[in-house]
């Protein structure tokens, strides 16, 4: 059974930093390209960045470009999003999923993120 479980969100002041992290079991994780996605309530999910299998190739939404970093540990199963500079617009749940299913409900429960003064 594949699983995703999301952690590591929290409440920090604009400006500030989190770490994400996904773990992952249940398939071949090195295999698969990754992505973390965002939704806020009542709006769809917002794509967010992506990673190769390798972790070689990665690409972002602009909304994150140049704050938002992410990585993958394929030794762990792990998928991390380090997010710096943090917005008020980024306050959303974040979750990961496998690429091809970005735009699936999400298997996991996601990590709340809130950015507020």
């Known amino acids: 059974e594949v699983q995703l479980v999301e952690s590591g969100g929290g409440l920090v002041q604009p400006g500030g930093s989190l770490r994400l992290s996904c773990r992952a079991s249940?398939?071949?994780?090195?295999?698969?390209?990754m992505t973390w996605v965002r939704q806020v309530p009542g709006k769809g999910l917002e794509w967010v960045s992506v990673v190769s299998g390798d972790g070689k190739s990665i690409l972002y939404a602009n909304s994150v470009k140049g704050r938002f970093t992410i990585s993958r540990d394929n030794a762990k199963n792990t998928l991390y999003l380090q997010m710096d500079s943090l917005k008020t617009e980024d306050t959303a749940v974040y979750y990961c999923?496998?690429?091809?299913?970005?735009?699936?409900?999400?298997r996991g429960q996601g990590t709340q993120v809130t950015v507020s003064s």
């Open positions: 999923a496998r690429d091809f299913e970005r735009s699936a409900p999400p």
């Open positions: 249940g398939f071949g994780f090195s295999g698969y390209a």
